[in-house]
């Protein structure tokens, strides 16, 4: 059976057998069906290949005819064809593609048709045997050679011509229907006559004429009349006569034919019976004409049965005493004639009573009737071997009667049919055979179609083991694949065995020297007939076969893309043989369950896959939440036995001293193994988790007797419930930080994808602690940093209140010296009160700055956010700073919106910011400057700017100029206008804390603009 597969809506073969792509003789794989096979268009297939891929419903034919251009010769061949179009369906259910089945099976309707064409010859054949068995006349022969001869043989006239009793003279008889004009002057003729039926009488030899162009050149001057009786063919067979030759008859057809050998001996049989029958009839004849005389008739008798050509005889009474028999019955029964004349019947043939001859010739006295059965069946030792064999003969059993009328005795014409009877038991088992092998082809299709629904090797193999038990009639089947790199079965599906049986063969070691291990091993398959061959040639096995009941074995492995996937095994309870279809059978199941088995298991991959890639997301997820080693440990173990199915696992890390693993956490282990947190084993201790964070390289146990092996001397949990361990190193910072421990409870072997997958959730697991140790870092620090703020800002509130008191004290008498409350002062002792007020209010305004800087870092200032009206605000900033500007000659403007405009904010913080921004533009801008300051409304924000023609600010101390601290060409400000650097720091926090901004834009030399933007009030 060869297989396709069909990808897309445009069916291209993305993978096909071996066997298809010796059907198709041209390449097929990456193109469309229909480009491979343009010829196949107007058969259907086009059609019936979209309509499954539409509908998802499979489609099938038995011996379907299809051409295409095997060849490559540009011509179609046409061929017969098995074929099964299958839909395959993805993981969503969805039809991706359809499966092609064909099974080229011309032989096998050409067997099936040469076998219906021998069937019907011969049950013609039958037919025209068993008319001339009753024709007892000479005309009735005829009769049934025209009538039934001439069908059964397909020709369309026939002409019998019979040897007179002068041996020179033939006479014709043409069929009924044949033109007579024809005939008219060859009524009779010589049998020196140059025609065929002389010819044939005359050499006893049959000649066949498959054309016409071959019976004209040896027969010139009968053309016409062949012409005239429309031949095409012909076939001329000679008539023989115990005595001689009887005569010759011809058959006559309209078109031209192959004589094969087949219709060659069914026409020479055809012949062979009508001479008996003619014989026959002469016999019968003559026993008519000695019934006016019975002593004649009788004497006649006697002689026309010895010199009879067929087998006859005369038995008297109902004892059946033999009185006379012939030459070819003597051979025929395989007897002298003194053993049998005068002898009754129980007497020469004892081993006949049983199968019933007496109650047959009790059958003609009863009833006074002749009984002909034919075909009977009779053993008996016909060559004297000593050793019965089973003969069939057509008999008529003829009543003989006497002058009264009353029988009393039974002539017998025997004809051996035994050639016959197995013929047509040959043709009923070759038929049988095609049967049997249509309905494998239905159930193999079968399960071609159930396993294209199969998604796990389960199912895969309870489709293949219960369709090959269905097909070939089998007792019990299983499925086993290889595991462990090869070395053992692991059964997947079994029926039909007794349930100790099934447990014992659930897992086995391959082994040579076993059936199913040796067609695994020798990938051929093997097929044991019967208890002697399975004992000679597995005598190791005999007690297993013995046990399990099984007489016949029947082992094939399942191979794709030269791999060995597993083994499919069958057993009878009865010997058998195993035939060759059922071996293609066999072949072609493995073949299909094997590419069947493979998609089963890259599907469950893929599944597998797709979970494992989800529970480590969930890992992912889990630990991405973890703020400290002890959640890491716990997720990690939550998730990470449900990713690898492990049964318990450990996490445990390095001591501060590097010389012990303390466990961090674990999961699985029962109270008395003492694996909670805390435990710890010494770095040198010969265990898995030990070795890994020593090596920083992963460690694999598969049993206790590897971790014997792997640890000699040291510690064996032979006690313990775990049978398989994993060990993968925790990496921290470069350098190996401890260690996971999964475990499980029965042994296993661990592949490499497995330990890729281990090894990819030990690194998330380091990815995550090194997080938490970088969060734990941090944390830290920011505590530390936070107590040291905390430490500054109340040092420094402390100093600033200590700082204001004198500075208000020294205040307060300066103006008392000033209002002469001392007494009175000159213009001299005047300004030198005001420098000492202007230096106070300064160094109480720095003072203020670093108290305010200080509240704003610590979160204690208040803010109060009130709907501000920006035009009323600003335009009280002139009269605050209208001296400053008059004392530096410079100009002001300010350009405010006619409408109301108002902004969300702290009405004094603004106020603020704003003066502080106008200032630093007073002291930054040379005499003859310009200070502008502007308003407008944006969609929801307010945008105050102050902008100056100033000296400018660098561009890379744009940003700076925010920080505290922070002063730009302090050299080139007058000492009384010197601050501390905190202004625009301030400033900006305050804008933030109303939830705006404060930006700054400066070209060098041209000046600079500052930004207050603000949210704006509904």
Request: aromatic content about 6%; hydrophobic content about 45%; glycine content about 8%.
């Given at each position: ?23 198709a003789?041209?390449?097929v ?13 107007g ?20 011996a379907?005819?299809?051409a ?49 064409r ?8 039958q ?23 001439t069908?059964?043989?397909?020709a ?18 043409p069929?009924?229907?044949r ?7 060859w ?12 010819e ?11 054309r ?7 027969y ?7 012409v ?6 012909a ?17 006559v ?7 094969s ?11 062979r019976q009508?001479?008996v ?19 004649a008739a ?12 067929v087998?006859?005889y005369?038995?008297r009474?109902?004892e ?26 129980r ?5 006949l ?29 016909a ?12 008999v008529?059993?003829?009543p ?14 025997a ?26 082809s ?35 089947g299983?499925?086993g ?20 049986v ?5 897992r086995?070691?391959v082994?040579p ?15 044991l ?40 095994a ?6 058998r ?19 069947a ?48 199915y ?33 435990r ?6 010969t ?5 890994a ?10 049993s ?35 260690a996971?421990?999964?475990t ?18 030990a ?21 530390e940093?936070?107590k040291?703020?905390?430490?500054k ?37 005047r ?13 109480l ?10 509240r ?6 208040d ?7 920006v035009v ?92 505290p ?18 202004g625009?720091a ?33």
């Amino acid at each position: 059976m060869a297989v396709a597969l069909l990808m897309g809506p445009d069916h291209v073969y993305t993978a096909a057998s071996e066997s298809y792509l010796r059907i198709a003789g041209k390449p097929v794989l990456g193109r469309p069906y229909r480009e491979v096979f343009p010829e196949v268009e107007g058969q259907g297939y086009f059609e019936l290949l979209d309509q499954v891929y539409a509908t998802g419903e499979s489609w099938s034919a038995s011996a379907a005819p299809a051409a295409w251009d095997a060849d490559m010769d540009g011509t179609p061949e046409a061929h017969f064809i098995d074929v099964t179009f299958a839909p395959v369906r993805g993981i969503t259910g969805a039809v991706e593609g359809v499966t092609l089945t064909v099974d080229v099976v011309d032989d096998r309707v050409q067997a099936e048709q040469a076998r219906t064409r021998a069937t019907e010859r011969t049950e013609r054949l039958q037919a025209v045997t068993a008319a001339l068995a009753g024709a007892v006349t000479q005309p009735d022969v005829v009769h049934v050679l025209f009538e039934q001869g001439t069908a059964a043989t397909s020709a369309v006239s026939g002409a019998l011509a019979l040897l007179q009793p002068d041996g020179e003279t033939l006479e014709l008889t043409p069929s009924p229907g044949r033109a007579q004009a024809v005939d008219q002057d060859w009524r009779t003729f010589r049998l020196d006559a140059p025609v065929p039926l002389a010819e044939v009488t005359r050499s006893g030899e049959p000649q066949f004429f498959e054309r016409a162009a071959e019976l004209y050149p040896r027969y010139e001057s009968q053309r016409a009349r062949f012409v005239a009786l429309g031949l095409r063919a012909a076939a001329v067979l000679p008539l023989p006569g115990v005595a001689g030759p009887l005569g010759a008859f011809s058959l006559v057809f309209a078109e031209e034919r192959r004589f094969s050998p087949e219709d060659r001996a069914v026409l020479g049989a055809l012949a062979r019976q009508c001479a008996v029958a003619l014989e026959r009839a002469q016999l019968f004849e003559a026993e008519r004409e000695a019934l006016a005389d019975a002593e004649a008739a009788r004497r006649h008798l006697e002689r026309v049965i010895t010199q009879a050509p067929v087998a006859m005889y005369i038995a008297r009474g109902r004892e059946h005493v033999f009185e006379v028999a012939n030459e070819p019955w003597y051979a025929m029964a395989g007897k002298r004639p003194e053993e049998v004349l005068g002898r009754p019947v129980r007497e020469v043939f004892p081993e006949l009573v049983p199968q019933g001859i007496v109650e047959r010739i009790e059958r003609v006295y009863d009833s006074g009737e002749a009984f002909a059965p034919e075909a009977l069946p009779l053993v008996f030792d016909a060559d004297g071997d000593g050793t019965p064999e089973e003969h069939f003969f057509n008999v008529v059993y003829q009543p003989l009667r006497d002058a009264a009328g009353v029988v009393y005795a039974i002539a017998a014409v025997a004809t051996e049919v035994t050639e016959l009877v197995q013929a047509r038991r040959a043709a009923e088992a070759a038929r049988a055979e095609a049967e049997a092998s249509a309905e494998r082809s239905r159930r193999l299709q079968a399960v071609a179609a159930a396993l294209n629904e199969a998604v796990t090797p389960q199912d895969v193999a309870e489709v293949c083991v219960r369709g090959g038990i269905a097909a070939l009639g089998a007792d019990a089947g299983s499925l086993g694949v290889l595991v462990e790199q090869g070395t053992q079965f692991e059964v997947v599906y079994t029926t039909g065995y007794p349930p100790e049986v099934a447990e014992r063969w659930r897992r086995f070691p391959v082994h040579p020297g076993k059936p199913l291990s040796d067609a695994v091993l020798t990938r051929v398959p093997v097929l044991l007939s019967s208890t002697r061959e399975w004992k000679a040639r597995y005598p190791e096995a005999a007690a297993d076969h013995r046990h399990a009941g099984t007489a016949a074995f029947a082992a094939t492995p399942l191979i794709v893309g030269g791999r060995v996937l597993a083994g499919l095994a069958f057993s009878f309870r009865r010997a058998r043989r195993f035939d060759e279809g059922e071996r293609l059978f066999l072949a072609t199941l493995g073949e299909q369950a094997a590419q069947a088995l493979e998609r089963a298991r890259l599907f469950a991959a893929e599944r597998t896959a797709r979970a494992t890639a989800e529970r480590l997301q969930d890992l992912t997820a889990a630990l991405s939440g973890s703020l400290s080693t002890g959640e890491v440990g716990s997720a990690t173990m939550r998730h990470g036995v449900t990713a690898l199915y492990a049964d318990a696992g450990v996490l445990a890390l390095l001591t501060p001293t590097g010389e012990e693993l303390e466990v961090a956490a674990s999961t699985g282990y029962p109270p008395e193994a003492c694996m909670g947190p805390g435990r710890r084993w010494t770095i040198d201790t010969t265990i898995p988790i030990a070795e890994a964070t020593r090596t920083g390289k992963s460690v694999c146990i598969g049993s206790p007797a590897e971790w014997a092996e792997r640890y000699p001397g040291g510690y064996v949990p032979t006690n313990s419930r775990s049978a398989a361990w994993a060990a993968l190193p925790i990496t921290l910072e470069g350098c190996t930080a401890g260690a996971l421990l999964w475990t499980y409870n029965a042994p296993r072997s661990f592949d490499p994808e497995q330990v890729a997958l281990m090894e990819t959730l030990a690194r998330v697991c380091s990815q995550a602690l090194e997080r938490v140790l970088l969060l734990e870092t941090e944390q830290r620090a920011r505590a530390e940093a936070e107590k040291a703020n905390q430490s500054k800002t109340e040092f420094l509130s402390a100093m600033s209140h200590e700082l204001r008191t004198p500075l208000n004290a020294i205040a307060g008498y300066v103006d008392l010296l000033d209002a002469g409350v001392r007494g009175p002062i000159n213009e001299a002792q005047r300004a030198d009160l005001l420098r000492i007020k202007r230096a106070q209010e300064i160094l109480l305004s720095l003072i203020n700055d670093v108290l305010n800087f200080a509240r704003l870092e610590a979160g204690r200032l208040d803010i109060v956010r009130t709907e501000v009206p920006v035009v009323e605000l600003v335009q009280e900033l002139e009269n605050l700073v209208g001296n400053q500007l008059r004392e530096k000659g410079l100009s002001y403007s300010c350009e405010l919106p006619a409408a109301e405009l108002l902004a969300l904010g702290d009405a004094e913080r603004i106020r603020q910011i704003l003066l502080n921004l106008l200032t630093n533009a007073i002291k930054f801008t040379d005499s003859g400057g310009k200070i502008s300051i502007s308003a407008e409304a944006l969609v929801d924000q307010v945008a105050i700017r102050v902008s100056d023609t100033g000296r400018g600010v660098p561009p890379d101390k744009l940003e700076s100029i925010f920080d505290p601290f922070v002063q730009i060409e302090r050299r080139r400000v007058a000492d009384s206008q010197q601050g501390v650097g905190l202004g625009l720091a301030i400033s900006r926090e305050l804008a933030r804390a109303m939830g705006g901004e404060l930006t700054a834009e400066s070209r060098v030399g041209e000046g600079s603009t500052f930004t207050l933007t603000l949210a704006r009030a509904e």
